[in-house]
């Protein structure tokens, strides 16, 4: 901001409290800007699993339980991962 960006976007996350309570430190300490949130979609179990552990990502036990039944049916984890994503924005 201090170099003239106008607003943030996130790094993609799952676990929408952490967001809000980054969004309030944010605020807190005076960052005013639009904070825009990284929604990734969730494209296939196993690449949820590689990304989240590569980058560090928590992902809530909701989103797991939710993806774990269909962990190996792509099209049916990118349906459950596209409506968690539209869930995520509301």
Known sequence: LDA????VITQFFYDVDIFLEYVKRCRGVG???PIIP???PIQSYS??????SFCNISVPSS???RLE????????????GCEI???MCR
């Open 4 to 7: 003239g960006a106008d607003f």
């Open 31 to 33: 960052i005013m800007c």
């Open 38 to 40: 990284g929604i990734m």
């Open 47 to 52: 690449s949820l699993l590689k990304m989240t």
């Open 63 to 65: 989103v797991l339980d």
């Open 69 to 80: 039944r269909v962990r190996l049916d792509d099209e049916a984890v990118k349906k459950i």
């Open 85 to 87: 994503a539209a869930e």
